[in-house]
């Protein structure tokens, strides 16, 4: 089913209205890449300072990530329902380095929330072209295309739209 989605994501999150806001969703392990995501964040926040990321999940070396991702990405903790923070998001991130199947993918193209995933196992499956494969392990790359998408509304809208006919026609 499509998640329920929280019209207040933002607010609950402590977030602007204004922010530029790259979201994941996932537990903390070495599978979901949360250190590319903060290294690409670094690269992110060179060209946009007003961008942050916010990650959803918790799990062993939360600590770790949160002094790497500095300001640049903000570690939230576990959230009951994570999926309905999905609004508060521009962009969701997947930067898995291995992943069955994609589910948080999935959610957020449900959602209407534009997705930027590693290609990686099941996720060009599951994103096609209805968001943005980057290759895995690879900040520079999850970097650009959360640049390009994040500089071009029009981009995200694109996307949000093909993500949600798609995973509708597919999994809903």
Request: hydrophobic share 50%.
């Amino acid at each position: 089913d499509p998640p329920e989605l929280l019209a207040d994501a933002r607010t609950r999150l402590g977030l602007p209205e204004e922010a530029l806001v790259v979201g994941g969703i996932g537990r903390i392990g070495e599978q979901k890449g949360w250190d590319v995501l903060c290294d690409a964040m670094a690269l992110v926040r060179a060209a946009r300072p007003e961008a942050v990321a916010v990650v959803l999940g918790d799990g062993p070396g939360l600590a770790e990530l949160q002094v790497r991702g500095g300001d640049a990405v903000r570690f939230v903790g576990y959230r009951e329902r994570a999926s309905a923070f999905l609004p508060a998001f521009d962009v969701l991130a997947v930067p898995s380095r291995y992943e069955a199947f994609g589910r948080v993918a999935a959610e957020a193209m449900l959602g209407g929330v534009p997705v930027v995933a590693s290609a990686v196992d099941g996720l060009p499956e599951v994103v096609g072209d209805a968001g943005v494969l980057v290759p895995p392990d690879r900040p520079d790359a999850l970097a650009d295309a959360l640049l390009s998408l994040l500089a071009d509304p029009g981009a995200r809208t694109g996307l949000a739209a093909r993500g949600l006919t798609r995973a509708t026609e597919r999994f809903a």
